[in-house]
């Protein structure tokens, strides 16, 4: 696999889709597919697939096409999802336990380790089989369980302190689902999630539809 530095943001956001398609045409017992084939359920060109993909490599057979379980292992490893990262939840409201209960994260080959609050009612309580953490003790415990991805799910107010935890306790990355933006150093790699950004572009295009 070829070595590259300057491929672009909509290529590596287009991997995911990529690996969860593959995924689904394994399931289905697919042994191959093709660009074009692959292009249709995506809604991207199978010229633009080719492109991405030689990104990264050489992948598939002129005339054939690509081996979709061979296809699914390299785009995961260019993803690192063979890393197996172990994550953690700050936060155990709604979304929070829904986060911690979504069942991707074991087949995506990330592990729920550790959940955090400082609600007395909910530390100590389970969810999804790990115990929620007293919030205080978070240093402690991302360093104990080898945490490299913390997921922030506490309102607005509190995302920030949360954050500042996350990155003082050494985690490699933050999944924020608050709706602020976050102030992290530069190292630090963070995807936010702003659901009500989603809600509202989703409200525009119905409007003037």
């Not at 492109?51 to 490599?57: E, N, Q, R, Y």
């Not at 994260?105 to 990330?110: A, E, H, I, K, R």
């Amino acid at each position: 696999m070829k070595e590259q530095t300057s491929i672009s943001k909509a290529t590596i956001d287009r991997l995911p889709l990529y690996f969860r398609t593959l995924r689904l045409v394994q399931d289905e017992g697919r042994d191959i597919i093709s660009s074009e084939d692959l292009g249709r359920r995506l809604g991207i060109t199978p010229e633009q697939i080719r492109k991405d993909l030689a990104s990264f490599g050489q992948f598939g057979k002129k005339g054939v096409g690509y081996y979709v379980n061979e296809l699914k292992r390299n785009v995961g490893e260019i993803l690192g999802l063979n890393n197996h990262w172990n994550i953690a939840v700050v936060g155990i409201g709604h979304l929070g336990a829904a986060l911690a209960n979504y069942q991707n994260f074991v087949t995506l080959g990330f592990n729920l380790v550790a959940l955090f609050d400082q609600d007395p009612n909910v530390i100590g309580t389970i969810v999804n089989h790990v115990k929620v953490e007293d919030i205080r003790n978070l240093k402690r415990v991302v360093k104990e369980r080898n945490i490299q991805i913390g997921i922030i799910a506490v309102p607005a107010a509190f995302a920030q302190g949360v954050a500042d935890q996350l990155v003082a306790a050494g985690v490699k990355g933050i999944w924020n689902f608050a709706p602020i933006k976050m102030k992290v150093p530069e190292t630090m790699h963070i995807v936010n999630e702003d659901l009500s950004i989603g809600l509202s572009s989703l409200s525009y295009h119905i409007t003037r539809k």
